[in-house]
């Protein structure tokens, strides 16, 4: 138990040394997926009415990444217009 307990902290001082950009990446892909997986079900999406199964767990992960990706891309665009202005 106290060999778990130095490896869980040595993991999260890992994590806490991350960038905030780094440690979203992390963990909203993850959350994104589990939400959908509990919003939806492990069932799978209908891919436009057809029989191609886009399960859920996978759409999250491909929405959480591109949520951390275009957040960011967003806050460089802002930047620039400040720095533009």
């Known amino acids: 138990m106290k060999r778990l307990r130095l490896i869980l902290s040595a993991v999260w001082r890992w994590y806490r040394r991350r ?7 992390l963990v909203v ?8 997986t509990a919003l939806i079900g492990n069932m799978g ?3 436009m009415g057809t029989a191609v199964p886009i399960y859920a767990w996978l ?5 959480g990444i ?5 957040g960011k ?6 930047k620039d217009r400040r720095r533009a202005k």
């Open 66 to 70: 591109a949520v951390v990706i275009l």
């Open 29 to 36: 892909p993850v959350l994104c997926g589990i939400l959908l």
């Open 19 to 25: 960038s905030l950009f780094v440690q979203a990446l």
């Open 45 to 47: 999406l209908a891919l």
């Open 73 to 78: 891309a967003g806050f460089v665009v802002a």
């Open 59 to 63: 759409a999250g992960w491909v929405a």
